[in-house]
């Protein structure tokens, strides 16, 4: 990947979810939620706090997060649809 995020920020690939319900109906895309879950494609170097040193990031490349529904930036990127938040807008990474 040639996008390297600046501070905190992270580029994420949203995670597709199936477009079935538990009883078989197909759900059309524009009647689906976006789905909050991605993988982690890129992570900047960390804020940098007062005193000037960088704060190490707690995500790191290849790690399935959860986000915030409204934090992500929706980017398009060499005909891929990604996503730019910034570290905050992560609630958990999955184990």
Known sequence: ???KPLHDGLVVKRIKKDAQTPSGIVLPETAQEKPQEGEVLAVGP???DNNGKIIAMAVKVGDKILF??????EIKHEGEELLFLNE??????FS
């Open 88 to 93: 905050s807008d992560v609630l958990a990474i």
């Open 46 to 48: 960390g804020k940098v």
């Open 68 to 73: 915030t529904k409204y934090g992500p930036t």
């Open 1 to 3: 990947m040639n996008i």
